[in-house]
């Protein structure tokens, strides 16, 4: 009977399938199991820990979640800390003035770029100048009195025509030197020296007086490097304090930072666990899903002579 085997095909169909639907909920199930125990292993369980500098404290919630963390200082600590705060205070006040205080380098210094303006205005060779002029006003004076007196001495002594030193006409054709008077020659020849040697002194006056000026901007310019270096200098004992403060705080931090190492989950043995349980719930699935009844049903209904088998018996 064709429609027996048929049938009993179909049965073993259907029981084979819900023993795999029953297998596959059983393995989601050892899934899920394993992520919770993994989850459970992973968890943050923050330890308490006190140490000199402080003390940890960790609030969990209801659910055994990690409510808020926080750590209290040493109260000996504490006490040092608010003394550098209060010292802190004190000198952020001393930086605050301290602009004021050394205002006075940046007027002189102004007052150096003015002064270097003034002498660089003038070209070396207009200082020289400038340098001669003065140094001849000076020696006029003296001059027009020895002038006086060396007339004087000519014409008591009588000398004052005397002129001799003339030469003769020149194989050239040119004229000669003309004679001339030997003390007013050797006034006017030492005046020419004296002269010579106040132009090299002006060149040289002259040259100084260009690298004055450049030197009043760099005087300036260094005052001015000074102030500005006194102002950020003013911050030191400011940040010197709050850095003992700060340095004090990271101390009771060590509490907190030991106990949230200590209770961090075991990331490690989470992924083990879970990895495990995975591998057990497949392992089983295939033993879950075989139904041997229902086996035998699919394999007799496939065999020819299952339907005559089973008409004999009735």
Do not use: H, W
């Not at 004021?100 to 270097?116: C, E, I, N, V």
């Amino acid at each position: 009977m064709p429609f027996i085997a048929a049938g009993a095909s179909l049965l073993g169909g259907f029981l084979s399938g819900r023993s795999a639907k029953k297998a596959s909920q059983t393995q989601a199930n050892a899934q899920i199991e394993a992520a919770r125990i993994a989850a459970e292993e992973a968890r943050f369980r923050p330890i308490g820990i006190t140490t000199r500098f402080g003390q940890s404290n960790f609030v969990q919630g209801r659910n055994g979640r990690l409510q808020s963390a926080g750590y209290t200082l040493d109260p000996q600590l504490a006490g040092f800390q608010n003394r550098f705060l209060g010292l802190a205070e004190d000198g952020l006040s001393q930086a605050e003035q301290a602009q004021q205080q050394f205002a006075p380098l940046g007027q002189a210094a102004q007052g150096l770029f003015g002064l270097g303006e003034q002498y660089l205005a003038q070209s070396p060779q207009e200082a020289a100048q400038q340098y001669m002029a003065g140094q001849q006003n000076l020696l006029a004076p003296s001059r027009e009195r020895q002038f006086a007196q060396l007339q004087n001495q000519m014409f008591q002594t009588g000398r004052g025509g005397l002129s001799v030193g003339a030469t003769g006409e020149r194989p050239s054709g040119a004229a000669g030197l003309g004679s001339a008077n030997p003390d007013l020659e050797a006034y006017y020849n030492a005046i020419a020296q004296q002269d010579a040697g106040l132009a090299a002194q002006a060149m040289q006056a002259g040259q100084q007086q260009t690298a004055f000026g450049a030197g009043l901007f760099g005087t300036g310019g260094n005052l001015l490097s000074q102030g500005f270096g006194g102002q950020a200098a003013a911050m030191t004992p400011f940040q010197a304090y709050l850095q003992g403060a700060t340095g004090l705080e990271s101390l009771g931090q060590q509490s907190l930072s030991l106990g949230a190492s200590l209770g961090g989950g075991n990331t490690a043995s989470a992924q083990a666990l879970q990895s495990g349980g995975n591998a057990a719930a497949t392992s089983m699935f295939a033993a879950n899903a075989y139904n041997p009844f229902a086996t035998a049903l699919s394999n007799a209904g496939r065999t020819p002579g299952f339907g005559d088998a089973v008409r004999g018996l009735f």
